[in-house]
């Protein structure tokens, strides 16, 4: 089997050629609307999610993040914090197998085939206990791709994303099995020594990984925490 497929058979990557798409100036448009929308007409990353039927190509991360470390296993049960538009929930579905699948957002999330999906604040103090329940157990895999909104002030944005970070990751020591792995999304930027530290005092191991799907130019990328001591 490749390295870009595993066992759903579902690639990571974008296959096949895509014609270029020119975007027409309009007006009310500014320079820099005009760049990011001539940026995701061409993305292939955005063309391909469309022809898959995928929510979002942030698909395509948690794919690539899977194929590297194989956390998602069939009969998993699997929380996907933040979950609209619900990319992640669909890919955790497939690569899933005969598990559970909850996708939780104060963002209602279109029904997923295979998914729960929770129109629901995950700072709930009830949550972890319906989530227990939903999932019959506790979970093996908790997943963030949270992110605010950006502000375009560097230091803010890295700050704000941290604060979400962290609190998924509060959020996942009350609902981890032992042995359970938790990913969210970070900034470099340096002020992510406080979870760091965290997480490898509750994991056994803990790595930043930046799949391809992550634009280069962005400083985002994913803290990967796997055995949870529990």
């Known amino acids: 089997m490749s390295k870009d497929k595993k066992k759903s058979g579902s690639s990571s990557l974008p296959t096949g050629r895509h014609a270029t798409v020119r975007v027409k100036t309009a007006r009310g448009r500014t320079v820099s609307q005009q760049r990011w929308l001539q940026r995701q007409l061409n993305d292939p990353y955005v063309v391909e999610a469309k022809k898959r039927g995928y929510r979002s190509r942030a698909a395509f991360k948690l794919l690539q993040l899977?194929?590297?470390?194989?956390?998602?296993?069939?009969?998993?049960?699997?929380?996907?914090?933040?979950?609209?538009?619900?990319?992640?929930?669909?890919?955790?579905?497939e690569r899933c197998k005969g598990g559970v699948v909850i996708g939780i957002d104060v963002t209602p999330v279109d029904p997923i085939a295979g998914a729960t999906v929770l129109a629901k604040d995950f700072y709930d103090e009830d949550a972890p206990a319906v989530l227990t329940e939903l999932l019959g157990g506790e979970a093996d895999v908790v997943l963030s791709d949270m992110a605010a909104k950006a502000t375009g002030e560097p230091q803010v944005d890295h700050i704000r994303i941290m604060g979400l970070a962290e609190t998924a990751h509060d959020f996942a020591r009350s609902i981890l099995k032992p042995g359970g792995t938790f990913i969210a999304k970070v900034l470099r930027g340096g002020t992510e020594r406080t979870l760091l530290d965290r997480l490898k005092k509750d994991f056994v191991k803990v790595r930043h990984v930046k799949p391809e799907a992550s634009r280069a130019d962005s400083a985002e990328m994913y803290v990967v925490a796997t055995g949870f001591r529990g």
């Open 66 to 93: 899977d194929d590297q470390l194989h956390f998602l296993k069939p009969k998993a049960r699997v929380v996907d914090l933040g979950a609209a538009p619900g990319g992640w929930t669909q890919v955790s579905v």
